[in-house]
């Protein structure tokens, strides 16, 4: 089966890091493209970050730019978050996403994804 | 960035009823436009993809149309299970960007 699982989620001072790790089994990581998606509480969906299967191409939203990183480890087959300087408005439930391509920028549809991790920003 | 809207932001219809959904793009995305099912504290899941591709699983009911910069969502014949808040996304830019989302439930 087919399955992504994040950890790492938690409460966080302002200003504060977190590292997400999503879990991914029942295929090879490496063949994939991987994603990380946010949804703020009552809030709607935002695309965070994007990184290929051999971690050439990475690209990011301007929200996120210079105070998120995205990473993976495919002999691990685990993707990465690492979130430095976060903010209140950071405060959201964190999906990681597997899009269908393995390098190339197409069939960017995110299917399966996790279950979510929550990370909350206050003091 | 390319800005996506979805009409209406919600929607109340009976069991049974066909039910549309419009997602429009600010500029040609080709059809690079997919649409998710996101019911409360799941995570979303994928129905459509390449704005008219049924994904392997989902129920024949649920389908998609369109190109360039204006997309349809329909729900042939709505069923309780349907009861969620459905999103269009679109890649053929970074950033990748979500619809505002349209929230289904019943009458």
């Known amino acids: 089966e087919v399955q992504l699982v994040e950890s790492g989620g938690g409460l966080v001072q302002p200003g504060g890091s977190l590292r997400l790790t999503c879990a991914a089994s029942?295929?090879?990581?490496?063949?994939?493209?991987m994603n990380w998606v946010r949804q703020a509480p009552g809030k709607g969906l935002e695309w965070l970050s994007y990184?290929?299967?051999?971690?050439?191409?990475?690209y990011y939203a301007d929200s996120v730019k210079g105070r998120f990183t995205i990473s993976r480890d495919n002999a691990k087959n685990s993707l990465y978050l690492q979130m430095n300087s976060l903010r209140a408005e950071d405060t959201a439930v964190y999906y990681c996403?597997?899009?269908?391509?393995?390098?190339?920028?197409?069939?960017?549809?995110?299917?399966?994804w996790g279950q979510g991790t929550l990370v909350a920003v206050s003091s | 960035d390319i800005q996506m809207t979805q009409s209406p932001s919600s929607l109340s219809a009976s069991i049974g009823d066909r039910v549309t959904i419009t997602c429009q793009a600010s500029?040609?995305?080709?059809?690079?436009l997919n649409w998710y099912q996101q019911k409360p504290g799941k995570a979303p899941k994928l129905l459509i993809y390449?704005?008219?591709n049924l994904q392997t699983g989902v129920p024949s009911r649920f389908s998609g149309s369109g190109s360039g910069t204006d997309f349809t969502f329909t729900i042939s014949s709505l069923q309780p299970q349907d009861i969620a808040t459905y999103y269009c996304?679109?890649?053929?830019?970074?950033?990748?960007?979500f619809g505002p989302g349209t929230k289904v439930d019943i009458k």
């Open positions: 996403a597997r899009s269908q391509s393995s390098n190339g920028w197409g069939s960017n549809w995110f299917d399966p």
């Open positions: 390449d704005a008219s």
């Open positions: 029942g295929f090879t990581s490496s063949s994939y493209s």
């Open positions: 990184i290929s299967g051999n971690s050439y191409n990475i």
């Open positions: 500029q040609d995305i080709s059809n690079y």
């Open positions: 996304q679109q890649y053929d830019n970074v950033p990748i960007t």
